[in-house]
């Protein structure tokens, strides 16, 4: 059975900092390209931040420079740090991956800035 489970949410000051961690299990966490999205309350889920199989990353233009995106195929965990946090961040962030035409998510965890 196919679960991932992200966690590290929670309220941030503005120009704060954030871990958030997604553990995969039941797949082959290694061979697949992985993705953190967000969705902000009365906007449409988005694409933050890629890593493929061979760790090359990508970025939302929003995030570049302040968010890292990383993998660790041993732990079979995703990573976002997110560094220089605003208020324009706060969402509920999903983890993501594609398998043919099928889409995967966790549950999401809920980034709150706010001072």
Known sequence: QVQLVESGGGLVQPGGSLRLSCAASGIFFRIYAMAWYRQAPGKQRELVAGVTFGDATYYADSVKGRFTISRDNAKNTLYLQMNSLKPEDRAVYYCNFKHGSDDYWG???????SS
């Open 107 to 113: 549950q999401g965890t809920e980034v709150t800035v």
